[in-house]
């Protein structure tokens, strides 16, 4: 920490009191008729500092001593002193000895003296015995004008306002105060304490240097030399496709919102990027191409180039490295950037990559349309197998009844019914004329009564083959019901047999709709100069990586010494 010295504020005010003057010297007129442009007014601080004579200023009208001192003292009170240039005057004047009865009159005895109590010294000047402040004053013997009556030859007049230099009074010895020495040892200390600062700050500027000059300098231009002079010139092309559907499917709700649009197929392009980003990938593009040959040859430098027994993992890196693969959500496009040493090399893995994507969107989009297809395949086979069974199981009925329909044998049979009842009825009719007559002919009655008997025995017969089983036939009732049985299934199957086979069409129409293909919107083309390395942008990155690391470590360490030391 470095302390500012504090100045001790002086006052230079003009004075009217009498100035020192200089001893006038041999040939000199004794009265100075100059005028220094400040008028009858003299300034204390335009003298020398170790005045002779003191010059008092001659009213123009005669006037007593006293007069003199007070019009000094007044002009001194005029000057607008403060409280604390005065208390420094009177503790001046106690040190040398001077007596006074006021502050003004200690100013002014000072300056009578030749001593400006209000003189500003500097703190960073040392007192030493050699200076003319410390050192005893020479006596010097006092000068007295000589008479008028002498000096009748200069033919020199005084005149009222003029100045006159009279002899001074003997100097005392001004040393320096206590305070005066202690402000001087302060600011020695301090200038010592300030070179000391200064040649630690140029000490640990140096060392800043050369530690930036090390750590962060000295590898940004190797990797600087490296990137322009080193490094493998390397070329890359770039394409761009989408996955896109056949024919959207209608739909409602949030999927008719999303339907034709990017996110209807995200999920298709995302498994197609983290294809073509797999070890599988790289292993065919290997195998077709030969990848990993190709960074092994000795026109790669010795930081990029892939060893001849370099591990899976290695290449797999260094496959990552120089295929790039990207997907933008918001319009569905993958772009894919592949790097190599040779344009044409780079074009031709970029369409054998491309030719994988299609592969496999189709191998995706093969099993969801096969997974759709089989089971409505397999819906209508087993409708189809049902409605023959049905259909079996009527035709077994009708064999086993010997009715091919049931509705006709009723009918048949409720129409014999109806005609043997119209035989009764007019055969009852007969009877019923016979009986009315008073004498009714026997011999013709009987034969009437016996057909009578057979029509109601017959209509009674054909009544029971309705509904009663005789003689191991079964009844018609059961034989219809049964036959109906059957008939409704074999309607029922053939219902679901047509619904399966609707079914089974949309999902033909809907695997149709599943299909994706890849259309590329950006062919790969070969570049004819080079895409990397960028040596620019590449330096300043690794400068700027250096930097920050070395500010972090530098600040670690910086706050590790602060707890340590604290």
Request: glycine content about 4%; hydrophobic content about 40%; proline content about 7%.
């Amino acid at each position: 920490m470095t302390t500012k010295p504090k100045a001790i504020r002086y006052h230079t005010g003009p004075s009217g009191a009498a100035a020192p003057a200089r001893q006038p010297v041999s040939g000199e007129l004794l009265f100075d008729n100059h005028d220094d442009g400040f008028g009858e007014r003299e300034f204390p601080t335009a003298a020398g500092p170790e005045p002779s004579v003191r010059v008092v200023k001659m009213p123009r009208e005669p006037a007593t001593p006293a007069t003199e001192r007070s019009a000094a003292l007044d002009a001194i009170a005029a000057e607008g002193l403060t409280g604390r240039q005065l208390r420094t005057a009177r503790r001046i004047a106690q040190r040398n000895n001077l007596a006074f009865a006021s502050d003004f009159e200690a100013v002014l005895m000072l300056r009578e003296a030749g001593i400006d109590p209000f003189k500003r010294s500097s703190m960073l000047e040392l007192v030493s015995p050699e200076d003319p402040a410390v050192a005893p004053a020479p006596e010097k013997t006092p000068e007295v004008a000589p008479p008028a009556a002498k000096e009748g030859s200069r033919a020199l007049t005084r005149l009222p306002g003029d100045a006159v230099r009279l002899p001074d009074a003997p100097k005392p010895i001004n040393l320096p105060s206590p305070e005066d020495r202690a402000r001087a040892s302060q600011a020695s200390e301090i200038l010592k304490m300030q070179r000391e600062i200064a040649r630690r700050r140029r000490r640990k500027l140096a060392l800043l240097s050369a530690r930036l000059f090390v750590f962060v300098f000295l590898p940004t231009f190797l990797a600087g030399w490296y990137y322009y002079t080193v490094a493998t010139p390397l070329y890359a092309t770039r394409s761009e496709f989408v996955i896109q559907q056949a024919e959207p499917a209608a739909a409602s709700g949030l999927g008719g919102l999303f339907s034709g649009t990017a996110l209807a197929t995200s999920q298709d392009s995302i498994a197609v990027q983290g294809y073509l980003q797999s070890r599988d990938a790289m292993l065919r593009l290997d195998a077709d191409s030969g990848f990993r040959a190709h960074f092994q040859g000795d026109n790669i430098d010795m930081l990029q180039r892939l060893a001849p027994d370099a591990t899976l993992e290695k290449a797999y890196r260094v496959y990552k490295k120089f295929v790039k693969i990207s997907y933008d959500p918001t319009e569905g496009i993958v772009k894919l950037e592949v790097i190599a040493a040779d344009p044409k090399t780079a074009a031709a893995w970029a369409n054998q990559l491309i030719a994988y994507a299609e592969e496999q969107v189709d191998h995706l989009t093969q099993r969801l349309r096969e997974d759709q297809m089989k089971g409505a395949r397999e819906a209508y086979v087993e409708a189809e197998a049902a409605v023959q069974d049905a259909q079996r199981r009527v035709i077994d009925l009708q064999e086993k009844f010997k009715v091919i329909s049931s509705e006709v044998e009723v009918g048949l049979l409720t129409a014999q019914i109806g005609a043997l009842e119209g035989q009764l009825s007019q055969e009852r009719l007969s009877l019923a004329q016979m009986e009315a007559n008073a004498e009714p002919n026997q011999a013709r009655m009987e034969p009437v009564k016996r057909r009578i008997a057979t029509l109601e025995t017959q209509i009674a017969d054909l009544r029971s083959k309705l509904t009663e089983s005789t003689g191991g036939e079964e009844s018609l009732a059961r034989v219809q019901g049964e036959l109906l049985v059957a008939q409704a299934d074999v309607q029922t199957r053939q219902l679901i047999l047509a619904q399966t086979l609707q079914a089974m069409e949309n999902s033909r129409s809907e695997a149709n709709r599943q299909v994706r293909y890849l259309s590329l919107s950006v062919s790969p083309t070969p570049p004819d100069e080079p895409t990397y390395p960028q040596a620019f942008e590449n330096t300043l990155v690794a400068m700027l990586i250096l930097m920050g690391i070395y500010l972090m470590v530098s600040m670690t360490a910086a706050i590790l010494r602060e707890q340590v030391s604290a």
